[in-house]
């Protein structure tokens, strides 16, 4: 059993291995301990300091990253693109580079374009963490989901997950389903057809358009947020209106109901209340969504703490 992971940035879950997947979550275990103390700080980051860069909009993930670090006691830089010399016209390597020369360790980023994360790794100096790039991936989206399964049901592994909704625009949707197959999960598709990736099935993922039929196969509902602002328009490109989406795609108490028996309940945030799922729904006995969000800053605590150990440094 490695007590290191493999690579040095996280800027995917398809580059992490099944290892790495179990070492950050009995890291985020100990974590989870230390949460629940009454001074909820360890020592272990002290000599860092980490730079939160968001190109894009965040609410969970920003505070949940800087908590993750503060909690490390590692020093903590924010940046925003609002505001700042991007609208200037400055590069996303110059930016980086800039504030890495006022001896910043680690990069926190999230950006609208894919692919950013990886590029970024490859041009400067520090260890990445990818908080979600465009489309691609959202990898600690999905180690907190799975993450919460398996606090919830005990095991990841044969635990059937469905995921629901807008998987053309998520990046949510492509990092669980790398991180649940790694776990031996089964993971199942529902959502529009002009909202399902054409080859999503070579994945290895069932696809299922009734949502009725769907959730009767699963242990576990992922209802994901419908990305308004990747669509065209006036934000309802892909279908006529929302609510004929929330009357094919949402969960309903009713239709929760019908399944007939306790389905796992999770959604990423931000939730469209009333599309996705209703507040009935989201505040149900069964949903996890807010032990999701309690889950997010362990987990990233893991990851924080695990890349930092690869980088060389002298402590004391
Ligand atoms: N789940 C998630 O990424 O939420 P934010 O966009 O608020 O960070």
Not at 164 to 179: K, M, P, Q, T
Not at 226 to 232: D, F, N, T, Y
Not at 264 to 284: C, L, S, W, Y
Not at 291 to 307: F, P, T
Request: aromatic share 4%; hydrophobic share 40%.
């Amino acid at each position: 059993m490695s007590d290191q992971l493999s690579t040095e940035h996280l800027l995917g879950i398809k580059a992490l291995s099944a290892e790495d997947i179990e070492l950050i979550f009995r890291t985020a275990d100990g974590f989870k301990e230390v949460l629940n103390r009454p001074i909820k700080k360890v020592p272990s980051l002290r000599d860092l300091t980490i730079a939160n860069l968001f190109f894009e909009n965040s609410t969970r993930t920003r505070i949940s990253f800087e908590l993750a670090e503060k909690r490390l006691s590692a020093d903590v830089v924010n940046f925003s693109s609002g505001g700042s010399s991007v609208s200037k016209g400055e590069t996303l390597v110059d930016t980086v580079n800039n504030i890495l020369a006022m001896k910043v360790d680690m990069v926190v980023m999230r950006h609208p374009d894919p692919g950013a994360a990886v590029f970024l790794s490859r041009h400067v100096n520090a260890r990445i963490v990818n908080a979600g790039d465009g489309t691609h991936e959202h990898p600690t989206q999905a180690l907190l989901d799975a993450y919460s399964i398996r606090e919830k049901l005990g095991r990841v592994k044969g635990v059937k997950v469905l995921i629901v909704g807008d998987i053309l625009h998520s990046r949510v949707a492509l990092s669980n389903i790398f991180c649940l197959q790694k776990l031996g999960a089964e993971v199942m598709l529902c959502g529009p057809s002009t909202l399902m990736p054409r080859h999503i099935a070579t994945l290895g993922v069932k696809v299922e358009p009734d949502l009725d039929k769907a959730l009767r196969w699963c242990d576990v509902a992922n209802m994901l947020r419908i990305q308004l602002e990747r669509q065209g328009g006036d934000g309802i490109g892909n279908f006529p209106s929302l609510r004929e989406y929330a009357m094919r795609y949402g969960l309903d108490l009713e239709r929760y109901q019908r399944i007939g028996k306790d389905v796992v309940i999770m959604h990423p945030g931000p939730i469209n209340r009333g599309v996705e799922v209703t507040t009935q729904v989201a505040d149900h006995a069964n949903s996890i969504i807010l032990d999701q969000v309690e889950n997010g800053v362990a987990i990233r605590m893991a990851v924080l703490y695990l890349l930092a150990a690869r980088i060389p440094r002298s402590v004391g």
